[in-house]
């Protein structure tokens, strides 16, 4: 069931969502099966085997592909994976020039796993003459970016890189995690591949992992469908399950986030304890009007920077509560994390700090939780600094 004129709230809960057409069930089934029955060799009806297809996955990859106004997705046992799954779509030997400010995993991805099969670049994103230049120089066969960074919140232009990129052929492809398709559609601006970590916003109940490709090229969908089925990361259709189940709340709760985060962010930049805030939905943003004209919120994470140093940043950390010192992001519950210690530790120190990663560097994945509540529980760990 499929109505192009759906909001993004409709959509989000009927696309894919549609109730059971044998029972009637209102909740799509679990197909917890490995392979299916064929009539005669060969004939069967569109599923044969669950690493190539399954009836779960398929319908959280068409709500998906609806949300992020794709033509296509494919969905991935992790945000990593379907990252793979993009490295191995590329000649051996092709030059990726990559933002510097990308999730630890990515970094390590490419500067460990990926360096013998491909050469790449990272570079600042948000200076534009300068990615020109380097985009001339280094002839990319793909632009990565991530736009708003992890932990920096760098903001990227989507469509200006995405318009350089093609000038030199190469692909661009986003990581829309942090935004979620709700508050960024990066294909609308040019794009032409957009990855998730559904393990964060998308399905926002920090009980499952799973990645998600979107693209509107059909040929691109074939090279990462061939891939995804001869590698072998798909989900489980019990996690697939797990998502659409989650998935669902997106719209109220990127809002309740975003809500959550403006304040936190405000209380933050009054707090004598603290250096400096960085949150685009802040006047104080350096690209707080691009994000303002690329994204339709601002998101619900937020770094920030303590007076002081490690010591400092460990009695705040120990102290709060309701913020769960935790990796990841993107649940219901507010999460703090460490970059330094934690998230980015597989990024040497020198890299880190020439970044501008410092270890008095915090970020908050902000939760749905009662506002009030929230700015009490940072209320105690500063009164341990
Ligand atoms: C978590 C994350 C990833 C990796 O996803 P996994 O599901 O953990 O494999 C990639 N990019 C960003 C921005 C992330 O936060």
Redesign the pocket.
Known sequence: MKNEKWKFETKVIHVGGEPDPTTGAIMPPIYQTSTYVQSSPGEHKGYEYTRSHNPTRTRLEECLASLENAQHCLVTA????ASTLIMHMLPKGSRILCGDDV?G??YRLFSKVFPDIHQFKFVETTNLANLEKEMESFKPALVWL?TPT?PLLKISDIQAISALAKKVKALTVV?N??MSPFFQNPLDLGADLVIH????FINGHSDV???ALMMNAQELRDKLFYLQNAIGPAQSPFDSWLVLRGIKTLAIRMKAHEQNAMKVAAYLESHPKVERVIYPGLKSHPQYELGKKQMKGSGGMITFFLKGGISESRRFLENVKLFALAE??GGVESLVDHPAIMTHASIPKEVREGLGIFDNLIRLSVGIEDIDDLLQDLDIGFAKV
């Open positions: 992790s945000g990593l994976s999730y995993g990515t991530e992890n990581d995690t942090f970590s559904m393990t964060k992992v799973g990645g990841s992001l």
